[in-house]
């Protein structure tokens, strides 16, 4: 269960929000996502999350690439839009 879920009481009426950071201008605004599965886009990636994907963005918008490393530019190809992330994989 995420943390968002939380079945707890509170003062946020079961609502959760501990753990959680900011979320940007796209998380749960209902605004356009900058990329859509099947695009494929150039980026520079930014850094290397905990589990090793880099992390690179484009527009503001989060792009999460498995075996990317940080300073490397690369096209990918978007696989996956979530709600506040996307995910995509290196093509060249």
């Given at each position: 269960?995420?943390?968002?879920?939380?079945?707890?009481?509170?003062?946020?009426?079961?609502?959760?929000?501990?753990?959680?950071?900011?979320?940007?201008?796209?998380?749960n605004?209902?605004?356009?996502?900058?990329?859509?599965?099947?695009?494929?886009?150039?980026?520079?990636?930014?850094?290397?999350?905990?589990?090793?994907?880099?992390?690179?963005k484009?527009?503001?918008?989060?792009?999460?690439?498995?075996?990317?490393?940080?300073?490397?530019?690369?096209?990918?190809?978007i696989?996956?839009?979530?709600?506040?992330?996307?995910?995509?994989?290196?093509?060249?």
């Amino acid at each position: 269960m995420y943390q968002d879920e939380g079945m707890g009481g509170g003062s946020r009426g079961g609502f959760e929000r501990r753990g959680r950071r900011g979320g940007g201008m796209y998380a749960n605004s209902g605004a356009p996502k900058p990329v859509k599965p099947g695009d494929e886009v150039d980026v520079e990636v930014e850094a290397v999350a905990s589990k090793g994907d880099g992390i690179a963005k484009k527009d503001g918008f989060v792009i999460f690439i498995k075996g990317a490393t940080q300073g490397q530019k690369v096209k990918v190809r978007i696989t996956e839009v979530k709600e506040r992330f996307a995910v995509g994989e290196i093509i060249a």
